[in-house]
């Protein structure tokens, strides 16, 4: 999995409760980003990163926030969580001096909020 | 992103070559064709690219029709550990960044 390790791997919470989760990468890559894949559905992109402190809204953020204070790590945080994001989550990282990137993902974090 | 389309389910006999396509009649003159396949619940994994030319890796072939509107991703010799859902994605890439937008896939199931 290219050096990249997510935790926890499986975690069940309440409602209304806050959960972080945390991408961890030894790759030095530039690029990181958080997925979430739900049944029948491909995965879709919650937020990325491009660099330390640097980050941006993907097509599901809401939700959702995110930080970056040292390259290696990536965290998303569900401040107040709910039903609807039981899901398993993906890390990927990509290189910037590769053009064009490859996306590696971790191994996932399956997310059941009950 | 251009939306891509590709059949829900296929089956490939083990030792035989896998042929998968993947339409894109939207997809913009900057835009890659990416190919990524998921084993059960794993990560995704890459497989291969390209954006005109035709492309060959370790892995995997891809074939892109000269307008750009398909492709095929061929498995020359398929195994049983091929069995996974496969996604085609036409990929903008943004200052390095790139926003991967996955569509249902094909669902490869190689027999034995």
């Known amino acids: 999995d290219a050096g990249i390790t997510q935790s926890p791997r499986h975690k069940v919470t309440e409602t209304g409760t806050p959960v972080t989760l945390r991408c961890h990468q030894t790759?030095?890559?530039?690029?990181m980003y958080w997925y979430r894949q739900d049944p029948g559905h491909g995965l879709r992109l919650i937020h990325y990163s491009y660099g330390v402190k640097d980050t941006d809204k993907g097509e599901v953020s809401d939700g959702y926030s995110v930080s970056r204070s040292k390259t290696e790590d990536f965290l998303l945080t569900l401040e107040s969580a709910t039903s609807s994001q039981t899901s398993v989550y993906f890390c990927a990282i990509s290189e910037s001096r590769l053009w064009p990137p490859e996306q590696y993902f971790g191994p996932g974090t399956r997310l059941t909020v009950t | 992103d251009a939306k891509t389309t590709q059949p829900p389910s296929m089956d490939c006999a083990e030792g035989r070559a896998a042929n998968l396509p993947c339409n894109h009649s939207t997809i913009s003159g900057n835009e890659y064709v990416y190919w990524y396949r998921q084993i059960h619940s794993q990560g995704p994994q890459y497989i291969i690219h390209?954006?005109?030319n035709n492309e060959t890796n370790e892995m995997a072939s891809l074939i892109i029709t000269e307008d750009r509107k398909s492709s095929t991703l061929i498995l020359p010799h398929a195994t049983l550990r091929d069995t996974a859902v496969y996604y085609c994605i036409a990929s903008l890439i943004i200052q390095g960044a790139q926003k991967l937008v996955f569509g249902q896939g094909t669902r490869l199931t190689i027999n034995p």
């Open positions: 390209g954006l005109k």
């Open positions: 790759e030095n890559h530039r690029y």
